[in-house]
C-alpha cells in the first residue's frame, strides 16, 4: 500500500482515482479544481481532498495528474500551489493527461533537477474504460520509474506500456489518435454510403465486420452512428486539441499528415454545427448537413 494523490477528479480521473483506492488499497489524497467534486470523492470512495495540488502531492509517493491541457498541466505543477512545489525526494509524479511531447520532456527535466521521477501516461479506452478500469497506458520516462510505478497504474489499466523516453508516451498517444481519426471519417462515408444504397446497416455490419475492414470503431460505434446519437464519451472538442497536438508534431519531425488534417478540419465543422460536446463519431453527422 503506498501513499497516492490524484489531481483531476474528471470524467476520467474520478473513476481512476476511484480505482486506486478500491482495487489497489491505497491511501488517497485528492484534489480538484471545483473543490464540491473533491469533497463527494472522498465521502464515496473513504480517502482525503486537499485544498491545493501542493498539499495533495505532500508527503505522496505516487502522485497522478488527469487534468486538460498543456497549460492546465502547467498550472497545477509548476504553479505557486502546483504539485512539484510539494514532491518529496524519491516520488514519482504520474501525468495521464493527453498533451504535448515538449511539455512532457520539460516536466521531466524539472522533476529530475528537484530529485523525484516523471513519467507521462496518457490513456486511451474512454469513459467506459476508466470506470471499468480497463485503460490502455502509454508510459514514457525511464525504465526504473516504470518498474516502480506499473503495479499502481495497474489498478485502472488492462494494458500498461513502457514506449521510451519521457514524451514517448504523449508521442504514442498521438499515433493513436491519428489512427482514430482517419478511421471514424471512413468509417463515416461507409455507413453513409450503406443508408444511401438502401442497405440493411445492422446486416452489412454484421458480415464485414468479420473481414479486414473490421475495427473497434466498426464493432461498438456503428449503430449509434446509424442512429445519430453522440453522447457516448469522448467530445469533439477534446479531439480538436488532441489533433492540434499531434500536428503540430508533424510540423516538428516532417511527418505528413494530410488526412489527419482533413479530418480535423470536419472536426471543426461539426463543432460550427453545435456538436463541440458530441462524441468522435459524429463525423457522420457532418455528411448529411445541409
Ligand atoms: P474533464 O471531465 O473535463 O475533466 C478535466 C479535469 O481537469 C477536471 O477535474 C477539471 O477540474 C480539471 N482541470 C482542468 N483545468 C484545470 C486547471 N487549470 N487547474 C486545475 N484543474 C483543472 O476531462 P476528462 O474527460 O476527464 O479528460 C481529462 C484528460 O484525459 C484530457 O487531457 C483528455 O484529452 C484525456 N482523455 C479523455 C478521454 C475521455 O474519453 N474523456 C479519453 C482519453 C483521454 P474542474 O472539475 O474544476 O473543471
Not at 497504474?153 to 504523449?170: L, N, R, S, T
Not at 473497434?216 to 472538442?237: K, L, P, S
Amino acid at each position: 500500500m503506498a501513499k497516492v494523490a490524484f489531481i483531476g477528479l474528471g470524467v476520467m480521473g474520478y473513476p481512476m482515482a476511484g480505482h486506486l483506492k478500491t482495487r489497489g488499497g491505497h491511501e488517497l489524497t485528492v484534489y480538484n479544481r471545483t473543490a464540491a467534486k473533491a469533497e463527494k470523492w472522498a465521502s464515496e470512495f473513504g480517502g482525503t481532498a486537499a485544498p491545493t495540488p501542493k498539499e495533495a502531492a505532500d508527503g505522496a509517493d505516487f502522485v497522478f495528474c488527469c487534468v486538460g491541457n498543456d497549460d492546465d498541466l502547467r498550472q497545477v505543477t509548476l504553479g505557486e500551489d502546483g504539485a512539484f512545489q510539494a514532491m518529496k525526494a524519491g516520488a514519482v509524479f504520474i501525468d495521464n493527461t493527453t498533451a504535448s511531447a515538449e511539455i512532457a520532456r520539460e516536466l521531466a527535466a524539472e522533476a529530475d533537477a528537484r530529485g523525484f521521477a516523471f513519467l507521462d501516461a496518457p490513456v486511451s479506452g474512454g469513459q467506459a474504460g476508466a470506470e471499468n478500469g480497463q485503460l490502455t497506458v502509454m508510459v514514457g520516462g525511464s525504465a526504473d520509474t516504470f518498474k516502480r510505478a506499473k503495479p499502481v497504474i495497474d489498478c485502472f489499466a488492462k494494458m500498461v506500456g513502457h514506449m521510451g523516453e519521457a514524451g514517448a508516451g504523449q508521442l504514442t498517444k498521438m499515433v493513436n489518435q491519428i489512427c482514430i481519426a482517419g478511421l471514424v471519417q471512413g468509417l463515416s462515408e461507409a455507413v453513409n454510403f450503406a443508408q444511401k444504397a438502401d442497405l440493411d446497416v445492422e446486416k452489412v455490419i454484421g458480415v464485414i465486420s468479420k473481414g479486414a475492414a473490421q475495427s473497434w470503431q466498426m464493432e461498438n460505434r456503428w449503430e449509434t452512428m446509424r442512429d445519430g446519437t453522440f453522447d457516448f464519451g469522448f467530445a469533439v472538442d477534446w479531439m480538436r486539441k488532441d489533433l492540434s497536438i499531434c500536428l503540430a508534431e508533424a510540423n516538428r519531425n516532417g511527418a505528413q499528415l494530410p488526412v489527419t488534417a482533413l479530418v480535423d478540419q470536419f472536426y471543426a465543422d461539426v463543432q460550427a454545427m453545435g456538436g463541440s460536446r458530441w462524441d468522435t463519431s459524429s463525423l457522420i453527422a457532418r455528411l448529411d448537413r445541409k
